[in-house]
């Protein structure tokens, strides 16, 4: 596999997308191609791929769906078997539907994805009944709650941004100050709490924004154009 001197690791909604620039960071990254890109989303890869192809992104080194659950390789896109075996080693829907089936007012809403099963919550307060459930269960998970939605989302509990992009990092050998990631919401905040120099955009998530290191800049532009900004600040 090619190495790359510097790699951008960003998210896409809310970030690369959502609130105009799309078009003049596309231009940047594609007028430095020696600057690699990484993908980390909680989108699938159908859906992932398709934001890409629609905005003219570049080619990535590599796409990590699923909030990190999967990890694909570009340009052809091809899975990778190691970092999904270690995701089953962890992960029992059978197990962990039994177990919350025990628990009134939580409905089984389906999976979104390979790796994401969804619940529906009557009540908010259910939240910390839910958590009891999974500890009594011995169910090692990770659970991410849409209070808009009432809707809690449960993924293997090694599905997290930070631990791919290491994983990713560490194949195509690029040192972690070489990695400048971008985020916004609260599945990005492992990510940008790493060792990396990287950026916030402004419409980041509060809680987010409350527990970045110093080094992490706070954009105070949207989406892309806070990814523009502060990606030219770090390449000069």
């Known amino acids: 596999m090619a190495t790359m001197k510097r790699v951008l690791a960003t998210d896409i909604d809310g970030t ?14 594609m007028e430095h191609p020696e600057l690699g890109v990484i993908y980390l989303t909680g ?9 890409i192809c629609r905005y003219g992104f570049p080619t990535p080194l590599a796409i990590a769906t699923d909030v990190g659950a999967d990890i694909f390789w570009g340009p052809n896109l091809e899975a990778d078997e190691v970092w999904a075996f270690e995701q089953r080693r962890h992960w029992s829907p059978r197990r962990l539907r ?10 089984y809403r389906g999976r979104s994805s390979h790796w994401r099963i969804a619940f529906e919550l ?7 009944r839910v958590q009891q459930c999974l500890t009594e269960h011995h169910l090692l998970v990770r ?9 809690l989302d449960i993924l293997p509990c090694t599905a997290l941004k930070s631990r791919a992009l290491q994983y990713i990092l560490r194949r195509i050998r690029v040192k972690s100050e070489n990695c400048f990631v971008a985020g916004d919401a609260e599945n990005d905040g492992d990510m940008l709490n790493g060792h990396y120099p990287g950026v916030l955009v402004a419409n980041g998530e509060p809680r987010v924004r409350e ?13 892309a154009f806070g990814v523009l900004d502060a990606l030219r600040q770090w390449m000069s």
């Open 98 to 107: 039994s177990a919350l089936s025990e628990v009134s007012g939580v409905i």
């Open 122 to 128: 009557e009540d908010p307060q259910l939240l910390t």
């Open 43 to 51: 989108r699938t890869l159908s859906n992932a791929h398709a934001i």
């Open 143 to 151: 659970t991410l709650w849409y209070p808009e939605e009432l809707r």
């Open 16 to 29: 690369l997308i959502g609130h105009g620039g799309e078009q003049a960071v596309r231009d940047y990254l």
């Open 211 to 223: 527990c970045l290191p110093e080094w992490i800049i706070r954009s105070q532009y949207p989406g």
